[in-house]
């Protein structure tokens, strides 16, 4: 029961900080295309790239806190579905070049963010 609520608390902080920075990112660009969700979908890799190195490698983190924080934050503040979404949705509206661009980078943009989170880390540990 308590990885429940270690991954629970982690969720709702990583869903207020998803709600925050998409609606903001979205509210400050007049723009059709759904960069809030790379954003947060590329801040999620760095940062699991960063805690993983700390939690595999390093041993830094307990099985705890990283239930919190990968699982829990992590999981609930990156957005993988509602990119799944947001792409379908610009297919449906004819914007394939949209798409095709927002999986491309969606997909090379968080691979990259996942290697820089990692070594990122390895430079202050």
Do not use: W
């Amino acid at each position: 029961m308590s990885n429940i609520l270690v991954i629970g608390f982690g969720g709702f902080i990583g869903a207020v900080l998803r709600y925050f920075l998409t609606n903001y990112i979205h509210a400050s660009k007049n723009i059709i295309f759904p960069l809030g969700t790379l954003l947060v979908n590329v801040v999620g890799c760095f940062f699991i790239g960063l805690l993983m190195y700390l939690t595999q490698e390093k041993f830094l983190i307990t099985s705890n806190m990283r239930l919190m924080l990968v699982t829990g934050l992590l999981g609930s503040f990156t957005t993988f579905s509602a990119f799944g979404f947001e792409t379908l949705n610009l297919i449906k509206t004819g914007d394939v070049p949209s798409a095709v661009l927002n999986i491309i980078l969606n997909v090379l943009l968080g691979i990259g963010a996942v290697f820089l989170g990692k070594y990122f880390i390895k430079i202050f540990i």
